[in-house]
């Protein structure tokens, strides 16, 4: 899920070197923090949280494949 997160989200920003992934493992399942530089925080939340939370279904739906369960949080370097 992590690589997955990573692939998407630095074909969104103008800085994939600043794209960051951290997993950790919470009381649910997995934690996956994206980091990105503040300037792509935009591109990442998009208009109303629409980018967001289509990154966040798309990871989702992914690890419900996998029959694991994994929260994303978004934020900047």
């Keep these: 899920m992590k690589d997955l997160l990573e ?3 630095k074909n969104l920003v103008d ?6 992934v951290n997993e950790t493992e919470g009381e649910r399942g997995s934690v ?13 939340i ?3 949280g629409k980018i967001a939370k289509a990154i966040r279904t798309v990871v ?9 369960h994994v929260t994303v949080e978004i934020s900047e370097n």
């Excluded at 800085?15 to 960051?20: G, N």
């Excluded at 530089?37 to 591109?43: I, N, V």
């Design 7 to 9: 692939l998407i989200a």
């Design 15 to 20: 800085k994939p070197d600043a794209v960051s």
């Design 32 to 44: 996956l923090e994206l980091k990105v530089a503040q300037e792509d925080m935009g591109k990442v």
């Design 46 to 48: 998009g208009k109303q």
């Design 60 to 68: 989702r739906a992914a690890a419900i494949h996998n029959d694991v």
